[in-house]
T-cell receptor, first 117, second 112 residues
Framework: NAGVMQNPRHLVRRRGQEARLRCSPM?????VYWYRQLPEEGLKFMVY????????ESGMPKERFSAEFPKEGPSILRIQQVVRGDSAAYFC???????????????FGPGTRLTVT | QKEVEQNSGPLSVPEGAIASLNCTYS??????FFWYRQYSGKSPELIMF??SNGDKEDGRFTAQLNKASQYVSLLIRDSQPSDSATYLC????????????WGLGTSLAVNP
């Protein structure tokens, strides 16, 4: 059973370019979460999505950042016109589709390390 | 504001000792509690979750939950140098859109 998959693992972009990060959740998982982590800092929630729906984007910067989880294919986190401050590790996590106590654990992908030069 | 607090550490223990990691949370409506381990440069890895008062054991790990005092702890018995990592506590609140609230983590160093 494959885990959460993210690609690319490392991404280098020049200032002003676009970064596109992909995440495929575990089989049977319909909830996807994106997090950002700066070196030596904690996880920062960005957005929570289900298929074709953004459920909570309270952690997303208002500009340049967007996320989607289409009916077919992986979830995409897009960062337009990247700046040096966007350099970080971006983690995707997924959780099971079932409901009820004990159903809310999240499983993380290996992350994408974005470097903006 | 719902919060999860952890001592940032570092917590330093000798090899073979018991490491005790603590986490407190602010909302009594919390339902489920999770411990993750994160090695430097890697992604968080789920170790255990607990949702009933008391202890839950899995190998060398024991999670302890006390809802009355609003804390959850993780005990690591027979600590090994390979346990050296940052341990993250996360809490699920019903009605919070399936989001977890995360602590900032406690850094653990197990010394040979």
């Amino acid at each position: 059973n494959a885990g959460v998959m993210q690609n690319p693992r490392h991404l280098v972009r020049r200032r002003g370019q676009e970064a596109r990060l992909r995440c495929s959740p575990m089989k049977g998982h319909s909830h996807v979460y994106w997090y950002r982590q700066l070196p030596e800092e904690g996880l920062k929630f960005m957005v929570y999505l289900q298929k074709e729906n953004i459920i909570d984007e309270s952690g997303m910067p208002k500009e340049r950042f967007s996320a989607e989880f289409p009916k077919e294919g992986p979830s995409i986190l897009r960062i337009q016109q990247v700046v040096r401050g966007d350099s970080a590790a971006y983690f995707c996590a997924s959780s099971p589709s079932r409901v009820g106590t004990g159903s809310y654990e999240q499983y993380f992908g290996p992350g994408t390390r974005l470097t903006v030069t | 504001q719902k919060e999860v607090e952890q001592n940032s550490g570092p917590l330093s223990v000798p090899e073979g000792a018991i490491a005790s990691l603590n986490c407190t949370y602010s909302d009594r409506g919390s339902q489920s509690f999770f411990w993750y381990r994160q090695y430097s440069g890697k992604s968080p890895e789920l170790i255990m979750f607990i949702y009933s008062n008391g202890d839950k054991e899995d190998g060398r790990f024991t999670a302890q939950l006390n809802k009355a005092s609003q804390y959850v702890s993780l005990l690591i018995r027979d600590s090994q140098p390979s346990d050296s990592a940052t341990y993250l506590c996360a809490v699920f609140y019903a009605g919070n859109n399936r989001k977890l609230i995360w602590g900032l983590g406690t850094s653990l160093a197990v010394n040979p």
